[in-house]
């Protein structure tokens, strides 16, 4: 089956440490893109990629980075920069990076602090 | 990205009853998709409006685009306990516009 898969489902950090959230993708998508979820909150868009080799910030970009190395993956790495880390993750894709694409979205990654 | 407001951020309804939430833009929308989140899962796209005044219905859901293209509308007819969830709304810009920026959401429980 095509989908999105995150993982791993939960994660925990310590202080002062990196951490990476795998997302891997078989739709073919071009564009790829990771969110976060607070309670309560809607979706807020840390970064996006149109293309191998490409990505852009989003709205909260500061204290996480990004890689986009193969077409398929699209690895979120927390650092220790970001100081409240703890939040459910979304990475999703798309055919194209347009606001009329329907975007689809993997399992999450529930990450807390140590 | 849209700045849009979702209302209303939570809603109680007993099984059967009618249910509604909105998504109100101060500017005009190119587009807009409406998702849903069951509770511990991930967004699913239930629907995409594009034209001024578009109304689409998905067995119990309808789905409005106002004239206007500045709100929109989801409307669950006699609610079931499957509908449980927060249904997000997704305007977009349109043009170069890549993102598409989600509201708040309004959670809606059923009681049985």
């Known amino acids: 089956d095509g989908g999105i898969t995150q993982s791993p489902k939960y994660l925990f950090r310590k202080e002062g440490q990196n951490v990476t959230l795998s997302c891997e993708q078989n739709?073919?998508?071009?564009?790829m893109y990771w969110y976060r979820q607070d309670p309560g909150q809607g979706l807020r868009l840390i970064y996006y990629s149109q293309i191998v080799n490409d990505f852009q910030k989003g709205d909260i970009a500061e204290g996480y980075s990004v890689s986009r190395e193969k077409k398929e993956s699209f690895p979120l790495t927390v650092t220790s920069a970001q100081k409240n880390p703890t939040a459910f993750y979304l990475c999703?894709?798309?055919?194209?990076?347009?606001?009329?694409?329907?975007?689809?979205f993997g399992d999450g990654t529930r990450l807390s602090i140590l | 990205g849209q700045q849009v407001m979702q209302i209303p951020q939570y809603q109680h309804v007993q099984e059967g009853e009618d249910f509604t939430t909105y998504c109100n833009s101060s500017?005009?929308?190119?587009?807009i998709q409406w998702y849903k989140q069951r509770p511990g899962g991930h967004p699913v796209f239930l629907i995409q409006l594009v034209k001024s005044g578009e109304v689409k219905k998905q067995k119990r859901l309808t789905f409005q685009f106002g004239e206007a293209k500045k709100n929109s509308s989801l409307h669950i007819t006699a609610t079931q306990t499957t509908d449980v969830g927060t249904y997000f709304c997704a305007p977009g810009s349109g043009g170069s516009n890549y993102k598409l920026t989600f509201g708040k959401g309004t959670l809606l429980t059923v009681n049985p």
């Open positions: 999703a894709s798309s055919i194209g990076v347009r606001s009329n694409q329907p975007q689809h």
């Open positions: 739709l073919n998508h071009d564009a």
């Open positions: 500017t005009t929308l190119s587009n």
